[in-house]
């Protein structure tokens, strides 16, 4: 359950997601001033010193407003975990979300500096494993999530996952509406996760070409591929084509190999089309529309959660 000095800041039980090259300060910024969470990963930063910066505006421009929450890369591939995480006891923020990988050897710094943490999982052997490690919250990942995603059906995972955790929970995957966080709330969730949606915002760091395909994309252009990250990762199939290359022949990546893709100067070479020009969203696309500001869309979804709980 969300703490109620928490809760009560919220005008939605919603996380703007965590998006690689996507969330940066304005986002983040305009999310926890229009009453939901915003998130970003320390990763989209391409220095440490740069990550300080980040920190300190969007801590400015937040306070009183929601929580921001850190995205923490966890896996052992990441060489600036430690300064990553350095950076973030800093800042102090409320909450952290932990992915790509175990929570355990971040768990204590965050915890002695009062942070909530909140751990991707996509497995109920994943969610045992950080309930294990102490964490404070669970963010599913199931089949419909953009970027890296899971496999199992929302339902099911939220149910069996309640049926040993009454810490916090929150759905991450098909969220393209307010009726979506509506409906995971009622499933038992405390959060849900909107990403896909957000890209299409004014204020992400998104090309307009991104955001102009969103708006054009269907449900059916959502491709599911270890191609680019060497985890399953839902990218758009009209990026991937525009690209050169065939969404149906690709081949997998390999090994994950996080400092390769956090490396700012490999995201600069010309053939970086992985980062540059193929894209991800998640099933959510369907109800991507046009490209709103941050308030105008959670005022929005807002309306949409309202009619659905009335209904």
């Excluded at 973030?88 to 909530?116: F, N, Q």
């Amino acid at each position: 359950m969300l703490p109620a000095s928490l809760k009560t800041r919220l005008k939605l039980p919603l996380i703007a997601a965590p998006m690689f090259l996507v969330s940066g300060p304005a986002l983040v910024v305009a999310a926890c001033r229009a009453g939901v969470i915003g998130s970003f990963p320390t990763a989209n930063c391409r220095t440490v010193a740069e990550l300080n910066a980040w920190l300190a505006e969007i801590k400015q421009a937040t306070a009183g407003a929601a929580p921001f929450c850190p995205n923490l890369i966890v896996h052992r591939s990441n060489p600036r975990l430690a300064d990553d995480l350095a950076a973030v006891l800093r800042a102090r923020p409320e909450m952290v979300i932990t992915s790509v990988g175990s929570p355990e050897p971040v768990m204590k710094p965050l915890k002695d500096a009062g942070c909530l943490v909140l751990a991707d999982v996509a497995s109920v052997r994943h969610a045992e494993k950080a309930v294990a490690a102490g964490v404070d919250g669970l963010v599913l990942l199931t089949a419909g999530a953009g970027g890296q995603t899971g496999w199992v059906n929302p339902f099911a995972f939220v149910r069996a996952v309640r049926g040993f955790w009454d810490g916090i929970v929150v759905m991450a995957g098909g969220m393209a509406d307010g009726h979506a966080v509506a409906a995971a709330e009622l499933l038992g969730c405390d959060l849900a996760y909107m990403g896909t949606k957000f890209i299409a915002t004014r204020e992400s760091l998104a090309k307009t070409a991104y955001k102009e395909m969103l708006v054009g994309a269907r449900l059916d252009d959502v491709k599911l591929t270890r191609a680019f990250t060497g985890l399953e990762t839902n990218m758009l199939r009209p990026s991937i084509e525009a690209a050169g290359l065939d969404p149906d022949n690709l081949p997998e990546r390999g090994a994950i190999d996080i400092a390769k893709d956090i490396n700012a100067a490999e995201r600069e070479r010309p053939d970086a089309k992985r980062w540059k020009d193929i894209w991800s969203a998640g099933h959510s696309v369907s109800g991507v529309a046009d490209i709103p500001s941050v308030a105008e869309l959670v005022e929005r979804t807002a309306k949409e959660y309202a009619a659905a709980r009335r209904g």
